[in-house]
């Protein structure tokens, strides 16, 4: 095992997560709220340690390649050190008295989940609300991402690191090598969000707000400054907006790229000649349309009233983000329980999204059918294609693994919760869903907040949080005896 690379990453991370937080600092000073020393304080204290690893450990110019075992470990342990740097600030500023709350509040930032466990905080220092929706935009793109990004010869072979960091079945370079394709999806995660930034100021908000919820919109997160969400602005014009880049963003972003290079005459084109794209569109559409006949009686037959809550909250789903504009726990059952389903699917695959993703649904419903059609003609070969292309029986059959491993971890997740048996069955469950799913919100009782967990179940939905944003199996790696051998 290259114990030293894997440390030398691990110290790169450090200082990127320190660099992070100079934005928010920054913010602290101007606004002056008091949090400045607080963020100094912390950033210095993940940066100085992070530069020493990085200067000090040297692997050798042997020792250059991460095999995939080890890449899979840098992950997993670069997640957990990630979350608990990112707890510095959160801690240490008082606003979150217990460490167990503030680690809460950075792994569900840093996974974009979006989950909370505070009430009200509208009166929080503007530095550490900031620093808290940062957290959302670092973490939505990968800080494997970023670190390769900014240090694209950190290692002679970082595929290993971008396939067990990214969010779906598959990777596919833009171009051959792995750090340039790094830079080329952050500069479009940059560019559609401050296309976001500047339509929300459009849209009548100050700099601060705009800022703010274009970062947790394009890491799909959801934290906002407000305790009532998006909700708090009352503006049509703002839930259009949001609603249109949570779509966006749950978008391949490699989509984005063969948009920009095609032809003019193929770029609109260009997303529907992809499948995946064709039915991530195809079911955000019929669930809207489900969610606005479900809830037309309910917002008192306004068709658009209907239409707008719905689009949004169903995005807002779909995409992982977790705002709200409503609280849709007062929807009809029927609704509620497509908004239950909508948090199994996420967006697509190399999205800032969390869920099973919309390939997988995709290739899992072709495979069932292929079985279905199979006991009736059981000798003809039948071939799942996706984008016109066979689909190999050894990636079927790890979707079919993931699948169950996913609906087994919301359903022992959702068992462990109710041991502290301070809610109902189908909140817990709901909770471990939407903690594996990366969403946010859940139902009943924990609609808002997850503040009345213990220590135990805070602890346990970080854990969910973190496997369900590395798409499960590099954090459960972690817990087997053969990760940690030397060969």
């Known amino acids: 095992m290259n114990r030293k690379l894997i440390i030398r990453l691990l110290g790169a991370m450090m200082a990127i997560v320190a660099l992070a937080m100079i934005p928010s600092f920054l913010l ?21 340690p992070g530069l020493l690893i990085w200067f000090l450990v040297r692997p050798g110019a042997r020792a250059t390649h991460l095999r995939l075992r080890e890449g899979f470990l840098v992950v997993g342990l ?60 670092v973490g939505g793109m990968g800080v494997l991402m ?76 959801g934290f906002s ?8 602005f009352q503006s049509p014009a703002v839930d259009a907006v949001i609603t249109f880049f949570m779509f966006l963003f749950g978008v391949n972003f490699a989509q984005y790229y063969r948009f920009l290079i095609s032809p003019p005459k193929e770029k609109l084109t260009s997303f529907f000649r992809d499948e995946e794209f064709r039915w ?38 779909i995409s992982t983000t977790g705002f709200v504009t409503w609280n849709f726990n007062l929807w009809p059952v029927a609704s509620r329980m497509l908004v239950f389903l909508a948090m199994f699917l996420g967006a697509c695959a190399g999205s800032t999204a969390g869920g099973i993703k919309m390939v997988r649904v995709a290739l899992a419903a072709k495979n069932a059918r292929r079985a279905v059609r199979s006991t009736d003609q059981p000798k003809k070969v039948l071939v799942v294609r996706m984008d016109g292309k066979a689909i190999d029986e050894s990636m079927l059959s790890q979707i079919s693994i993931f699948i169950i491993v996913y609906v087994a971890l919301v359903v022992i997740g959702g068992f462990l919760l109710s041991l502290e ?44 949080m973190l496997a369900g944003r590395l798409e499960l199996f590099p954090i459960l790696l972690l817990f087997t005896r053969s990760a940690w051998k030397s060969k």
């Open 78 to 137: 670069g997640w957990v050190v990630l979350s608990a740097g990112g707890a510095l600030p959160f801690f240490f500023s008082g606003l979150y008295p217990r460490f167990e709350d503030a680690l809460f509040e950075s792994v569900s930032g840093f996974t974009t989940t979006g989950a909370t466990v505070l009430l009200e905080y509208e009166h929080f220092p503007r530095g550490i609300m900031f620093w808290r929706g940062t957290t959302h935009w």
């Open 280 to 317: 991530y569109l195809s079911i955000v559409l019929l669930l809207i349309a489900l969610l606005t006949g479900l809830n037309l009686s309910y917002y008192g037959s306004d068709l658009l009233v209907s239409l707008r809550y719905s689009a949004f909250q169903l995005c807002s789903i």
């Open 225 to 232: 400054n407000y305790s009532a969400s998006v909700g708090a």
């Open 421 to 464: 048996g301070k809610f109902a069955p189908m909140d817990n469950l709901s909770a471990a869903l939407t903690c594996v799913s990366n969403v946010g919100p859940a139902f009943g009782a924990l609609a808002s907040d997850f503040a009345g967990y213990g220590p135990f179940g805070k602890l346990l939905c970080s854990f969910l």
């Open 146 to 221: 970023l670190t390769l990004a900014l240090l694209p010869k950190l290692t002679g072979r970082t595929s290993h690191l971008v396939r067990a960091e990214s969010p779906g079945p598959s990777l596919s370079k833009l171009v051959p090598h792995t750090g340039a394709t790094a830079i080329i999806l952050y500069r479009i995660y940059i560019l559609l969000t401050l296309l976001e930034f500047l339509a929300l100021q459009l849209c009548g908000l100050n700099a601060y707000d705009a800022a703010l919820h274009s970062l947790s919109t394009a890491g799909t997160g």
């Open 28 to 48: 602290a000073l101007y606004f002056g709220d008091g949090d400045a020393p607080v963020l100094a304080g912390c950033a210095g204290g993940l940066l100085v």
